[in-house]
């Protein structure tokens, strides 16, 4: 592990910051919008979603030398249904309030392709410890991404936080925050605020460089 | 309860319209929806999978709820739809190869839609019966084309207008959507 | 077929494209022989997973969905301390429901809620008509003695927020269930009256519930889930109450 510490973190980072799923990528849409009316929606989808990530991108390392080209989708749905639907029963056992308000969505992480994606670009060729702290940090990632919707959504939508009431009783909740338009809102202010800030950090470098031949 | 088929219908095509109310099959949504000639393809295919997928599901649940093997259910579906969409893209080969390249990658990530695995699951958990399931995916589908074909004829026609260059791509995809979903709300209880 | 050797530690550490390009060549079809090998063991070790899963959980999950039926049962009839579950056979019987199987054919579930001492402190069943956005499933309390709907709370819905969602909070849409009149005819066939809801402030018999006004489709929507419910399960359960009086 020593020697390759640095690029340990790398891995992680990848999926935390510069190739976020949710603000980079654009993968995973459909959880992203659907559950992220209340923060402790996101977490919990978040949570779920990175369990997945993780056991399942180690079980597709550990079998990536003995599985053929031609069956690995075959191989990699298998093993992601096969957590999904632990998870699954994990939360059930839980809290039942929880999973009714994640509906549908718990077996959905299936279809994610956040973690298919990972199987078939990492996973498949990278051993476990490696592969399982690459999604790891794709996990947090996904997750940030959901908190940073659920918040908003939930702070102007309902006007609470953590189920805790914010405002006084003046503040009319933002409805349409919660419905599914808002989630489209939300998401596009979101990136534009990411590209605002991409685009600034551009600008400055460039001023740098000027400034740098210029004193050249 | 006793929804008829028509109600299913209109509630799966407009009033709770996959991709705009229930947030189903966005991927392809955001991903496929720039021109109008792939967009409505992808939609009857994505159609196809689904009304299959769906029947496959209400075959599979029976035989499944025979063993008491409730908990293969996930994973059997899932095996289902992937196997489904293999079909497809064969027949398609076979039968039509150039709507076959025109669909390219798009084909086998109907697999990973979650709309397709949506019908199935949705179906299941509100014990539709074969003819409510099977009004429901095709309901589903129509609704999930509908909102692709809109997109796209929204976004081709953005790509002549003047956009601030720092909203362009998926931010901007995703504010249009959401003013569709806006205006989809305006379905509700239209089903009721 | 060979096995492609093991990625060296150093290569972990370059991005995954380098490392598909070290990976040697996977030869371009492989023989069946490994192909069945590999998908027979992923799927033993996803069986065994996910068995082993649901025989872990199974405990759990049955004691929270317990828990859940008895406080949503509790909170539409407050007296309640314990319940029994029955079912209500098409023919007109009833008899208990054992097990977590599926009701028989055409069969209607309900719950016997106990107080205290063991006697019948009322019945609660689940009803659910389609409302503004979805369906809105409600668990109603029934009063053997006034003949009437003691109580109302919702099990499921996706109604607006601040506007559907009222039917939990308003008060004064409460207020229609301290005693709603769901009497037989003298028969036993049907209800006396229709349960329905009307436009706000035009209630003038009990058997009316008065809408939201501003959510009259989710105030209808819970009317409907109590009529139709009612409709089947009370002709079967009425005259079979004496078999409940008591604990059994």
């Known amino acids: ?101 994640l509906g549908a969505f718990i077996q959905l992480i299936v279809v994610n392709c956040i973690i298919l994606g990972r199987a078939e670009a990492h996973a498949a060729k990278n051993p476990p410890l490696p592969a399982m702290i690459n999604a790891a940090g794709m996990g947090i990632g996904f997750t940030i991404g959901l908190l940073a919707l659920g918040t908003v959504r939930e702070v102007l939508g309902a006007g609470t936080l953590f189920g805790v009431t914010l405002f006084g009783a003046g503040f009319q909740p933002w409805v349409i925050m919660v419905l599914p338009p808002g989630g489209f809102f939300v998401l596009g202010a979101w990136l534009l605020f990411f590209s605002w800030l991409e685009r600034r950090k551009l600008r400055r470098r460039q001023a740098k460089l000027v400034e740098a031949t210029q004193n050249a | 309860m006793h929804e008829s088929a028509f109600q299913i219908f209109i509630n799966a095509l407009l009033a709770n319209n996959f991709v705009l109310a229930m947030f189903l099959g966005l991927c392809p949504f955001l991903g496929v929806s720039g021109r109008l000639d792939t967009a409505f393809p992808m939609g009857v295919a ?42 497809v893209e064969m027949v398609l080969k076979k039968y039509s190869p150039k709507l076959f390249r025109a669909l390219g990658i798009y084909l086998p990530l109907i697999t990973t839609n979650c709309a397709v695995l949506g019908v199935a699951l949705f179906q299941t958990a509100r014990e539709y019966d074969f003819v409510q399931s099977v009004t429901f995916s095709v309901g589903g589908g129509a ?50 | 077929m060979t096995e492609p050797s093991e990625p060296s530690v150093s290569a972990a550490k370059v991005i995954p494209i380098a490392v ?37 959980t199974y405990d759990a999950v049955a004691a929270n969905k317990r828990i859940a039926t008895e406080r949503a049962v509790f909170k539409v009839i407050p007296a309640a301390q314990s319940i029994a579950e029955y079912v209500a056979l098409p023919g007109g019987g009833i008899e208990p429901r054992v097990g977590a199987g599926d009701t028989a054919p055409g069969g209607v579930k309900f719950f016997a809620a106990y107080d205290a001492g063991g006697k019948l402190a009322g019945i609660a069943a689940e009803g659910g008509a389609k409302g503004y956005a979805d369906t809105v499933r409600i668990m109603f309390g029934y009063a053997p003695d006034c003949q009437c709907v003691v109580g109302i709370g919702v099990v499921a819905m996706r109604e607006t927020p601040g506007i559907g969602d009222k039917i939990i909070t308003d008060k004064n849409f409460l207020a ?14 049907a209800l006396a009256n229709e349960v329905r809801a009307v436009k706000h402030g035009a209630k003038t018999s009990p058997w009316q519930i008065d809408a939201i006004a501003g959510a009259t489709i989710t105030s209808r929507a819970v009317g409907r889930a109590i009529n139709d419910s009612a409709q089947v399960l009370l002709p079967r359960l009425v005259p079979n109450l004496d078999k409940l009086r008591s604990k059994s």
């Not at chain 1, 949710?22 to 923060?39: D, E, I, N, Q, R």
């Not at chain 1, 779920?48 to 069956?71: D, F, Q, W």
């Not at chain 2, 720092?166 to 305006?186: E, K, P």
Request: glycine fraction near 8%; charge should be neutral; hydrophobic fraction near 55%.
């Open chain 3, 176 to 189: 229609n269930f301290n005693a709603l009149d769901v009497k037989l005819k003298g028969d036993l066939s």
């Open chain 1, 1 to 101: 592990m020593n020697p390759s510490a640095a690029g340990t973190w790398d891995e992680f980072m990848e999926g935390v910051w510069r190739q976020n799923p949710v603000f980079v990528m654009v993968l995973g849409m459909c959880p992203t919008l659907a559950v992220t009316v209340s923060v402790v929606n996101a977490l919990s989808m978040g949570v779920s979603t990175m369990l997945v990530l993780i056991a399942s991108c180690g079980l597709v390392s550990m079998m990536r030398n003995i599985t053929p080209k031609e069956v690995r989708i075959a191989v990699y749905i298998v093993i992601i249904a096969t957590f999904v639907t632990v998870v699954d029963y994990a939360i059930q056992a839980i809290s039942l309030k929880l999973y009714d308000a």
């Open chain 2, 143 to 192: 609704g999930f084309t509908l909102a692709l074909v809109l997109m796209a004829s929204v976004r081709e026609r953005l790509t002549l207008s003047n956009v601030p260059d720092l909203a362009q791509g998926t931010a901007l995809s995703l504010m249009l959507a959401g003013i569709l979903s806006l205006s989809f709300m305006g379905f509700a209880g239209l089903g009721g």
């Open chain 3, 20 to 56: 598909a390009g070290a990976t040697p060549p996977v030869p371009p079809a492989s023989p069946t022989a490994p192909m069945i090998r590999t998908l027979g063991l992923v799927s033993a070790i996803c069986g065994l997973i996910i068995v082993g899963a649901y025989q872990g």
């Open chain 2, 46 to 87: 994505t159609t196809f999978v689904m009304l299959v997928a769906s029947l496959c599901a209400y075959g599979l649940n029976l035989l499944l709820g025979y063993f008491h093997l409730e908990f293969l259910r996930l994973i059997s579906y899932i095996v289902i739809i992937a196997s489904a969409v293999q079909l």
